[in-house]
C-alpha cells in the first residue's frame, strides 16, 4: 500500500441552504480515502484556507457570477497547498501553489481541472503563504484593481474605504496612501481604528460602532468624498452618498451588512447624491482581472519588502472549527484577513 492510500481526506459539505446566518447544521463533515493522481493530475495538501465573505453567497441558490455550491458538494475555498504527489510535469512535489482546494484536507485536480481551478505555483520569495492569501492573493487584487481601475484615483484626492481593517480594506487603504491619496477608513471599534491610522498610515478612521458616521466623515472629508470604495452596503453606503465630491467614483465591491439578510438588500437611498455631483458608482469581479494579476502581485510584492505594505492575517486553527470560524466575518471578530490553517507546510 502507497503512503497516500493510508491518508484520509476530512471534508466540510453543504448540508443544507442557510436563511441568515449560517449556522453548523447547514454543514456535514464526511471522509474519504485519499488517491493517486492519474496521468497529468496533482494532489495537493491544504495547508491553509481563505475564508471570506463570498461563501455566504454562494451557498445560496440562484444566479451570480460563479454557480452556487450544490448541495452535498465540498464547500468551495480558496487555499495554499502543497503538492504531494504529481503526475504533471509543470508541478512537482513539495510546490507550493493557489488554488481553489475546497474545504478539505487534500485535493485531487485531474490536468484538464488545473486551469479551471485557477491553480498556480506561488514564489515564496515574494511573501509567506498567508500573504499569498491577503495583499498577493485575492482580496489583495480586488483592493489594487477596484481602487486603481475603477476608482481612478489621483493624487491629492480623498479616498474613503470601509471594511478597512479587512484583507481587502487594508490593501485599498494602504495602495491609495502610496499613490498619494488622503486615505478615511470606515471600520469597527476603537482597535481596528487605531490600528489602520497608526499601522499602516490612513489619516483618520471613523468608528461606526460608536456612532455618527456622517459626523465623522464630514470632520474628516472636509473637501468631500471623491473615491469610495464599499466593502460593505447598507447605511454606511447612504451615509457616504451625502459627502460625495463632484465627479466621485463609487466602486462596489461588496455589501457584507446585507449579506445574511432575510429580507431584500437595502439599497441606496441617497443615490440622487450620483445625479449632483455627476458621480458614478460601478461594481467589479476580481476574476475579471486574473490576466494581469502577474503585474499587480509584482507591484505589490515590492511595497511589502520596501516596507510601504504591511499584511495582517488572522489565523484559526483546524479544519472542523470552519463553521463557527466563517461568521466571524460577519460578526467583525477577525482582525484582518481570515485564513483557516487547515495544517502545518
Ligand atoms: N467584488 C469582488 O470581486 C470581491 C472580492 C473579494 C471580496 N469582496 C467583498 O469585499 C468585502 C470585504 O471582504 P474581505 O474579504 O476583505 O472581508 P474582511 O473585511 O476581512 O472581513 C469582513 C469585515 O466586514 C465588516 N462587517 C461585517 N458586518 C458588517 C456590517 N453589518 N456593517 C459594516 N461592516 C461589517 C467587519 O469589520 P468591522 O469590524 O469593521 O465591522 C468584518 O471584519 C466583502 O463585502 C466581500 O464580499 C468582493
Known sequence: MSAIATLTNHQVRLAKRPVGTPTRDNWSFTSEPVQEPSAGGVLVKTLALSLDPAMRGWMNDGKSYIPPVGI??????????????????????????SATVGVQE????????????????????????????????????????????????????????????????????????????????????????????????????????????????????????DVYFDNVGGDILDDVMTRLARGARIIICGAISQYNNTTPVQGPKNYLSLLVNRARMEGMVVFDYADRFPVAVAEMAGYLKDGRMKSKEDVVRGLETFPEALIKLFTGENFGKLVLQVADA
Open 72 to 97: 452535498d458538494e465540498v464547500m468551495r475555498a480558496g487555499g495554499i497547498g502543497k503538492v504531494i504527489a504529481s503526475e504533471n510535469s509543470k508541478f512537482a512535489v513539495g510546490d507550493l501553489v
Open 106 to 225: 487534500y485535493m485531487l485536480i485531474a490536468e484538464d481541472q488545473i486551469k479551471r481551478n485557477g491553480m498556480f505555483k506561488i514564489d515564496p520569495r515574494l511573501g509567506t503563504p498567508n500573504q499569498w492569501l491577503n495583499v498577493l492573493g485575492m482580496p489583495g487584487m480586488t483592493g489594487y484593481f477596484g481602487l486603481l481601475d475603477i476608482g481612478l484615483p489621483k493624487p491629492g484626492e480623498t479616498v474613503v474605504v470601509s471594511g478597512a481593517a479587512g484583507a481587502v480594506g487594508q490593501t485599498v487603504g494602504q495602495l491609495a496612501k502610496i499613490k498619494g491619496c488622503r486615505v478615511v477608513g470606515i471600520a469597527g471599534g476603537r482597535a481596528k481604528c487605531d490600528w489602520v491610522v497608526n499601522e499602516l498610515g490612513f489619516d483618520a478612521c471613523v468608528d461606526y460602532k460608536a456612532g455618527n458616521v456622517k459626523a465623522g466623515l464630514k470632520e474628516h472629508c472636509p473637501k468631500g468624498v
